[in-house]
């Protein structure tokens, strides 16, 4: 019986409380420790598909009458494999041969050795697989647990576990959980909370086209926007997916994030900055979707001083808000949009140049619309963010004629709250303020769009000069006017006493609870 979505999310924190516990036993980091896990999920992801292709194969030649002695050499056409996106697996690389040896000594050097034979039969996967398993530091006995972890979960059509997609929920938990769990203002960069996403793409709608992320850390973003082309009855090979990312080890997770998906993308050759590097200086993408690393320093370099993406001024040397929303704008087709993620600081500043580019990128014309996001949406920082939406050609570009407007949303009080530190915008949250930014621009005159206080408001340029060209939606949208409160103030004050004794009797009742747990411990 196939498992429900409840059943699958007790499945993926289970697999996380395990591997924590084994990490902890090994003294690891998390953010090394992602890495030794995602390469196993993957590695049993592609194993099981090949096995599910390879039986599948053996009952269509059996169908079709071909001898018994003859279906071994069948088995072996790669085309066979290949064309139903599956990756080829090389005797010595299948997982039940790697959980066979589990428990024995050696264990890493083989996990090692079945990650080099699968890049070299699948040139697409070389340089990409992580090969450090049989390290000092990774004890076997360990190794062997986490096998025998991952190998309880069976990814095959026919399998509790089989949904397209199940890897992909197992995949983002634990890329979310390590980003979460990793120390250091930098932990968990690699990562957007998949709400951040799903916002994104709702509201910029990429159906086909070039997308193009220049600090895509794991991919989520083009995982995403196959997701939404695909959700609406297209095919993804409407995409075409272009990439870049900094950090070594997050862009070969990248790769395998996009490869156990069947999505192809161009991540440059290798691992690039993307300030000193573009790895794809001639493109010009219909739809940039990013989450830039926040207020960014350290980043300027001498060679960018007189820079082509620097059409709008030269950016800060010691924040590179504005040299990332410029290298946007740079590789944006002539009618193409840009959704991407940005430090709150950004809608205000003044800091040496960053005021007058804002003003610059406001009387060209190009900035579509602004969100408030609530806090506590990102794993890695505390510092307030938004989202930038930014249109070339408003006058038209498949939608109305925009030009001289600004559409203002302030989200800041959406969400809920998943845990204590975290909290994930609903799907009715992302409904309504996609739904808004894409009434506000559309053609169709039977969508109505309406200013709603405190909510949202299209502010015109004029509007916004007056605020000298600050872009924080609170100065726009208003105020909720508040309902009138009919209840009596006696009553009020009575009730609320009530409610605050019934608080105070519980946290009595929780404080014995846990003085009886914690001398059952003695």
Known sequence: MAKDKGDEMTLERTLWETAESMRAKGNQEASEYKHVVLGLVFLKYVSDKFSERRQELTQELMNEGID????????????????????????????EQLQAKAKLPGIGQAIDEAMRLIER????????????????????????ELIDLIGSIGFGADSDHGADDILGRVYEYFLGMFAGAEKGKDGGEFYTPRSVVNLLVEMLQPFSGRVYDPCCGSGGMFVQ???????????????????????????????????LRGIEADLGPRDAE????????????????????????GYWSAVL???????????????????????????????????????????????????????????????????????????????????????????????RD???????????????????????????????????????????????YEDVAGFCKAATL??????????????????????????????????????????????????AEIRTRLEALQ
């Open 274 to 297: 993307t300030f000193t590097e573009d790895q794809h200086p001639d493109l010009r993408a219909d739809f940039i979707i990013a989450n830039p690393p926040f207020n960014l320093k």
């Open 225 to 259: 926007s196959a997701r939404f082309v695909e959700a609406h009855g297209g095919s993804r090979d409407a995409l075409s997916i272009y990439g870049q990312e900094k950090a070594a080890s997050t862009w070969r997770l990248a790769k395998m994030n996009l490869a």
């Open 68 to 95: 018994d002695d003859q279906i071994p050499s069948f088995l072996e056409d790669r085309d066979e494999y290949s064309g139903k996106n599956v990756f080829w697996i090389p005797d010595g690389a299948r997982w």
């Open 121 to 144: 039969e699948n040139p697409t996967l070389t340089g990409v697989l992580p090969r450090n398993y049989g390290r000092e530091d990774l004890k076997d006995e360990m190794l062997g």
């Open 305 to 399: 001083e007189d820079d082509p993406r620097w059409a709008y001024g030269t950016p800060n040397d010691s924040n590179a808000n504005y040299a990332w929303i410029q290298h946007f704008l740079y590789h944006l087709a002539p009618s193409g949009s840009a959704g991407f993620v940005m430090a709150n600081g950004a809608l205000s500043s003044k800091a040496k140049t960053d005021g007058t580019i804002r003003q610059a990128l406001l009387e060209a014309d190009l900035v579509d619309c602004i969100v408030a996001l609530p806090d506590k949406l990102f794993f890695n920082t505390g510092i307030p963010a938004c989202l930038w939406f930014l249109s070339k050609n408003r006058h038209g570009n498949g939608h």
């Open 402 to 448: 925009r030009h001289g407007e600004v559409l203002f949303i302030d989200a800041r009080n959406m969400g809920e709250m998943i845990t204590r530190a975290q909290r994930q915008l609903t799907e009715a949250d992302i409904e309504r303020i996609a739904s808004t930014y894409n009434t506000w621009r559309s053609r169709d005159e039977h969508e109505t």
């Open 462 to 511: 004029e509007e916004i000069r007056d605020n000298d060209f600050i872009l924080t939606p609170g100065r726009y949208v208003g105020v909720v006017k508040a309902e009138a409160d009919d209840e009596p103030i006696d009553e009020k004050i009575a009730r609320l006493k009530s409610e605050l004794y019934a608080e105070f009797e519980r946290g009595r009742e929780l404080e």
